[in-house]
């Protein structure tokens, strides 16, 4: 059995957010500030929530788009305008629904954790739905006497600003998280359970991403020593099986070793100790005095032993602190995926371990976080025999390209709250091109899944002008009076070419982030060769075309140049996509970047103004001439298209 989605109503972000998960590990990518820290933090708020107050549903955690509402109906309850059945049933309750699946379970296989949720007739129904649901608890007379001193008693108008102040001190009292059994058949059927009942369902461990890495943490858990010691607390967490005959060896050795240090220490300690204490005592009628000296192998293997790095001969080893962060953090990792392992192995009977790991990447080179993001599955599979179920938050492009579509949701966030995509409906929907996007993704660690905005570019030397031109454009006040311009916005730029925009296009388009496409006319003749635009009769690029048919200015399946080249804004815009290629400028058009760059900078190019449109073709290699225009020639005129596409993709919001 194994969870299968997650779905939060009103905390933080999260106004409606359905996760649904994958059997082995999820990755959840996204912008800063796209909830995907918050998903955690409220799954272990309510699985934690029958050890200590953490359950609490705190003001600071309710949407700031309910709060509003929250307000007005406090308001009108405290001016007896609404009832208390109508406070309570008109305010949004925060909530998390948990889907179980069993359906690859045997009939008669022990569902043991998972049976008190269990509580439809069905025999064909193999999921358990489990819901924990904030109740408003507090009672009318409570509610009335919490908010009592915002109510004048000569009027009973209310203090609005007083109740403002009020209401956030006294929020968690209003609500009580009850844990309910839902029958999936009929939704209305529900039992109460208890805290504990989900607690054993869900056994979980949270690795956050404040990790402290240092070997001075007097905190525990904090440093790679605590963390080592656990596995000697024999009490607690017990050793793994294999290491058992050597744990034995060891306690053996110490045993000798206490022996034979008690047998030599006695005498000369006691002989100290004896001769050190005076006025008469211990006389000889009176017993001596003596030194033990014990040797404890929980003790002092426990308290005692720390990290170190050695050269491998273990004739010299240096001090954890010489060691590197990343190695570091991703040595703790392993030890509490190992600590966490052995605590689920002492469980009795089925339950869906849950494993959170939050942005692991910390201080991690990309080729170890590309390991760690490969191995990790398989290295869960070594340590435990129970299925533990994974779910990592991201922000490293490496993580994120190297592990399967399948598994990533991506989060985005919009007016209404923070949905997550699913990046396996993406693959099944669009599997004639998910190879091409699956190995671009990989060979350029393309951080898409991160970036507010995306620009697609033909060719190496706009990947190396466009961030120049951006400056150039806002220097020239293009940008206009946008709070946030384009330089200060987090775009990211793509380089697949002409050929392949188009493919890589509707992975933008699913993730609903503006995109700017920059591509080349590509003119050509009849014969499909490259042509002059006065013998062009089309263009041959494949971007074009398909950005045509989706604006409907193909004809019949036929493209006409002069179509393409007349053009405006508005059909160049399709949904969160506008797509720009040269245009006439000074009586002329240069079919590529480098063409329209020499056609608006003549006098750098020593090209007179009664050029033709040869005297703009350009000969060489594409990365030299953009450099060298970056270098010698800083102050070099942008072509108009790209300025254009620039402008549209400064005033889009995501």
Not at 239 to 254: C, H, M, N, V
Request: charged content about 25%; proline content about 4%; aromatic content about 10%.
């Amino acid at each position: 059995m194994h969870l299968s989605k997650i779905h939060v109503k009103n905390y933080r972000l999260l106004i409606d957010a359905e996760l649904r998960v994958d059997r082995k590990s999820t990755l959840i990518v996204g912008r800063n500030n796209s909830a995907k820290t918050s998903l955690m933090r409220f799954v272990e708020q309510v699985l934690d929530k029958g050890s200590s107050a953490n359950g609490k549903l705190k003001y600071d955690d309710y949407p700031l788009m309910h709060r509003g509402q929250v307000l007005d109906l406090l308001s009108s309850f405290l001016k007896k305008e609404k009832s208390y059945d109508d406070f309570c049933n008109g305010i949004p309750i925060t909530s998390i629904e948990f889907e179980v699946d069993y359906s690859e379970e045997d009939s008669n296989a022990d569902l043991g954790s998972l049976r008190p949720f269990i509580i439809d007739v069905d025999p064909n129904i193999t999921t358990a739905l489990i819901w924990g649901k904030y109740d408003i608890t507090l009672s009318e007379e409570k509610i009335w006497e919490k908010f009592s001193a915002c109510i004048d008693s000569t009027n009973g108008n209310i203090d609005e600003e007083g109740l403002r102040a009020v209401l956030p001190k006294v929020f968690s009292e209003l609500f009580n998280l009850n844990i309910y059994a839902i029958n999936p058949c009929d939704h209305e059927d529900m039992q109460l359970r208890t805290a504990k009942d989900l607690k054993e369902l869900f056994p979980l461990e949270v690795i956050s991403a404040e990790r402290v890495l240092g070997e001075d943490s007097r905190q525990k858990y904090d440093s790679l020593k605590s963390l080592i010691n656990l596995f000697f607390d024999k009490n607690e967490n017990g050793f793994p099986p294999q290491s058992e005959e050597k744990i034995e060896q060891l306690r053996k050795e110490i045993s000798d070793a206490n022996k034979i240090l008690q047998d030599a220490s006695d005498g000369v300690l006691s002989e100290l100790v004896n001769d050190t204490i005076c006025f008469g005592y211990p006389n000889v009628e009176e017993p001596q005095l003596a030194v033990l000296t014990q040797l404890d192998i929980n003790d002092h293997i426990g308290s005692k032993s720390s990290l170190g790095y050695s050269d491998g001969d273990m004739e010299d080893i240096l001090p954890g602190s010489h060691n590197g962060l990343g190695y570091k953090n991703l040595i703790k990792i392993e030890i509490s995926l190992k600590l966490f392992a052995l605590q689920i192995g002492k469980n009795d009977g089925a339950c869906v371990p849950l494993l959170f790991i939050e942005e692991p990447e910390s201080h991690m080179h990309p080729q170890l976080q590309q390991a760690f993001a490969k191995f990790l599955d398989d290295y869960l599979d070594k340590i435990s025999g129970v299925n533990v179920q994974v779910v990592l938050t991201s922000h490293s492009s490496h993580i994120a390209n190297t592990t399967d579509f399948s598994k990533i949701r991506y989060a985005k966030r919009t007016y209404n709250g923070v949905h997550f995509k699913d990046l396996n409906n993406f693959a099944q929907e669009n599997a004639a091109n998910i190879e091409f996007i699956r190995k671009y993704l990989t060979i350029s660690r393309c951080d898409l899944f991160f970036a507010d905005k995306a620009i697609i570019v033909e060719g190496i030397s706009e990947r190396i002008l466009i961030p120049d031109m951006i400056s150039k454009c806002d220097d020239r006040g293009l940008f206009g009076s946008t709070e946030y311009k384009l330089p200060n916005q987090y775009y990211t730029l793509i380089e697949v070419g002409g050929a392949y925009a188009h493919i890589f296009a509707p992975l933008v388009e699913f993730l609903e982030i503006p995109c700017l496409i920059i591509t080349d006319i590509d003119p050509v003749g009849e014969d499909s060769k490259k042509a002059s635009f006065e013998d062009a009769v089309t263009t041959s690029n494949a971007t074009i075309k398909w950005w045509a048919k989706k604006a409907g200015i193909a004809n019949d399946g036929h493209l006409d140049i002069q179509e393409i080249r007349g053009a405006g804004a508005e059909s160049k815009s399709i949904g969160n996509f506008h797509i720009e290629f040269q245009t006439e400028e000074d009586g002329l058009c240069g079919p590529s970047l480098e063409e329209a760059i020499r056609n608006v900078n003549r006098g750098i190019f020593n090209l007179d103004e009664s050029c033709d449109e040869t005297d703009l073709t350009f000969k060489g290699k594409k990365s030299e001439f953009a450099f060298r225009l970056l270098l010698k020639h800083p102050d070099y005129i942008v072509p108009q298209y790209i300025s254009d596409g620039l402008v549209w993709l400064n005033c889009q919001s995501n």
